[in-house]
């Protein structure tokens, strides 16, 4: 539908955050929020061969702990982390083969002597460094950076009216556009109060109430070692459309609908009874057709401000005092107007003459006989 891309441009404005607020540390967050798992989009690592060949099985092995932290004076993260070990030496496939991974808190490995890559990651912030276990003597704790926070989403519909979580979503964008114009996708499909671990940095949020054109935009800041929490303002509600015979009366079944902006584009369509949508407030039209007849009736939507449109079986609808425009009719072939067989009251008619008036006088010597 055209009219659904239009719409969600008109809609897409400047995010109202009823909140926004940061928890002093990460730790913290996770006895609150549900953390979403980051670790299905790892970080691209690139093969290398090291200088004294593959590690050798008589070796022995070698403990190795490893810690991060989400900034350098931070204390070591104890959950949401996942570690994961790699051999230097590509495999057929061209891949680093995985030796070992852990998820949680702080790690610990027994590898052999030899290079590795170790890479950490917390949600979608990642670090990868190169480690060297050495064939004698006790390898360092290896600490890790990741310089990276956390993000808690969610939003209200008008001020305060609260959106049930399974008729929102958030997608996060880097903040700045490639060249051809788009922003790079960091996540999509995250639900509210779901922790995202994210690098320090300004992403741009994109936050969609229905699936009609009820979406805001927003760039948020994450600082490192710090959760954000930002509430989203939309400006819409939930409109359920219902065909009735009476106000007030029973929703007719079998009724196809069209929702269409003032500017005439269609944002919504549906086949039922009574449809839910949620809407952007502003002007709309809604049309029902019902086997071979067509009823509409415009109406308002505004933020936070659910409610029920019916439209009347009627050919005229009435007009809502303030808020409604009377509703267009469609176009109905009329008859022809007979002409009105009574005259004018302004039309003035002389009598007909009479034959004597007309017949010339008896005895008259001015005209002959009509013999």
Do not use: C
């Not at 290398?48 to 993260?77: C, I, K, W």
């Not at 029902?288 to 939507?301: G, L, M, P, S, W």
């Amino acid at each position: 539908m055209s009219g659904i891309s239009s719409a969600r441009r008109l809609s897409a404005v400047i995010a109202i955050f009823a909140s926004v607020s940061t928890v002093a540390s990460a730790q913290e967050a996770f006895k609150e929020f549900k953390q979403l798992d980051g670790s299905v989009k790892m970080p691209k690592l690139n093969a290398f061969v090291a200088p004294d060949g593959e590690n050798s099985a008589s070796r022995t092995l070698h403990d190795v702990s490893l810690e991060a932290r989400m900034t350098p004076q931070s204390s070591p993260q104890q959950q949401g982390l996942s570690w994961y070990v790699f051999s230097p030496v590509a495999g057929a496939d061209g891949k680093l083969p995985l030796v070992a991974s852990s998820r949680g808190g702080s790690a610990s490995f027994h590898l052999l002597p030899g290079d590795y890559f170790v890479n950490v990651s917390f949600g979608r912030a990642g670090v990868t460094k190169r480690l060297s276990v050495a064939a004698t003597g006790e390898t360092q704790k290896q600490t890790m950076v990741l310089d990276a926070g956390g993000m808690v989403l969610n939003a209200v519909s008008g001020s305060d009216v609260r959106i049930p979580p399974n008729e929102l979503s958030f997608a996060i964008y880097s903040s700045e556009a490639k060249e051809d114009g788009e922003r790079g996708l960091v996540m999509d499909d995250v639900k509210p109060n779901t922790l995202v671990g994210l690098s320090a940095g300004t992403y741009h949020v994109v936050s969609e109430y229905g699936e009609v054109n009820a979406v805001i935009r927003a760039d948020i800041q994450v600082e490192a070692g710090k959760v954000t929490q930002a509430t989203i303002q939309h400006r819409a509600a939930k409109i359920t459309l219902k065909l009735v015979s009476d106000a007030g009366g029973e929703a007719i079944a079998d009724t196809a609908w069209s929702v269409l902006t003032s500017a005439g584009d269609i944002v919504g369509e549906s086949v039922s009874a009574f449809p839910t949508m949620v809407l952007a407030e502003g002007r709309y039209t809604a049309v029902a057709r019902n086997k071979d007849k067509i009823y509409q009736r415009d109406f308002t939507v505004a933020a936070g401000m659910n409610t029920d449109v019916e439209v009347l079986m009627k050919q005229q609808q009435p007009q809502d005092v303030d808020t409604e425009q009377p509703a267009r009719q469609l176009p109905i072939q009329m008859p022809p107007m007979r002409q009105s067989q009574t005259p004018s009251a302004t039309t003035s008619q002389q009598p007909l003459p009479t034959y004597e008036q007309l017949a010339p006088a008896a005895g008259g010597d001015s005209g002959d006989s009509m013999d």
